[in-house]
């Protein structure tokens, strides 16, 4: 029989890249699946269908969606939230309800203020996610050691992807609470959870183990190597 040999613990760039791809990979699908249905039920519709829709990418990918914080630019009129924009609007580079003339209000169709409901649905749906994190850095990482690495990388990626579909810093005081608050409660959550399973698979290993003559350990049918059975506890 060959012997029991311990996973290498050293550094694997292949594995570590794959955890972070199947990670944040995860977590958007997770967000797929909770964020429409929260937007369809609680937003405003004309509001919402004035943004895009509730599945969009940018319900997903763009901080300003979870700030409610308008993400078109009008070509005539005030402002960004202005209540007299006209001629149309250009959303993700695309021109947008063309048609209107000059002076002529939206409030037909909708009287263009932000609707507040919009990001505390996606809000909610982050913190959601981000429980659900939980699961999938205790089955994916494992190691307790490497829970606050992943999250953080994790957290350091979606802000460069939103930034980048955004083209703006995030600047939002409430997007960084949720962002970190949810980092926070994955981190601690896994942590625990892996911590406990560690435990749980030492006190087993040792409940099952003997001590053979040469001073290694016997567990089941199985030598094991006194040094490489700390190693594996540690691990």
């Not at 994916?140 to 490497?146: D, E, G």
């Not at 625990?192 to 560690?198: A, I, S, T, W």
Request: proline content about 5%; aromatic content about 10%.
């Amino acid at each position: 029989m060959l012997p029991f040999k311990p996973r290498n613990s050293g550094w694997d760039p292949c594995l570590i890249i794959s955890q972070i791809v199947t990670l944040q990979s995860v977590h958007y699908l997770t967000l797929c699946l909770l964020v429409p249905p929260l937007l369809s039920i609680f937003a405003e519709p004309n509001a919402l269908a004035y943004e895009g829709g509730a599945t969009t990418v940018g319900v997903i990918m763009d901080w300003r969606e979870m700030s409610s914080l308008p993400i078109y630019h009008s070509l005539h009129g005030q402002d960004q939230r202005g209540l007299d924009a006209t001629l149309g609007f250009h959303m993700d580079g695309k021109e947008v309800n063309v048609g209107f003339l000059p002076g002529q209000m939206v409030s037909s169709m909708w009287d263009s203020r932000i609707d507040p409901r919009r990001g505390w649905c996606i809000a909610f749906a982050w913190l959601a996610a981000s429980i659900i994190d939980v699961y999938y850095l205790y089955i994916f990482v494992r190691r307790p050691r490497l829970i606050l690495d992943f999250a953080l990388t994790f957290m350091l990626n979606h802000l460069i992807l939103t930034t980048y579909y955004s083209s703006a810093v995030p600047s939002s005081l409430f997007f960084w609470v949720m962002v970190i608050s949810g980092t926070s409660l994955t981190t601690l959550l896994a942590e625990q959870l892996c911590v406990k399973r560690e435990m749980q698979e030492g006190l087993s290993i040792s409940s099952h183990s003997e001590e053979t003559t040469d001073g290694n350990i016997r567990v089941g049918g199985l030598v094991v190597d006194s040094m490489e059975l700390g190693q594996l506890r540690r691990d």
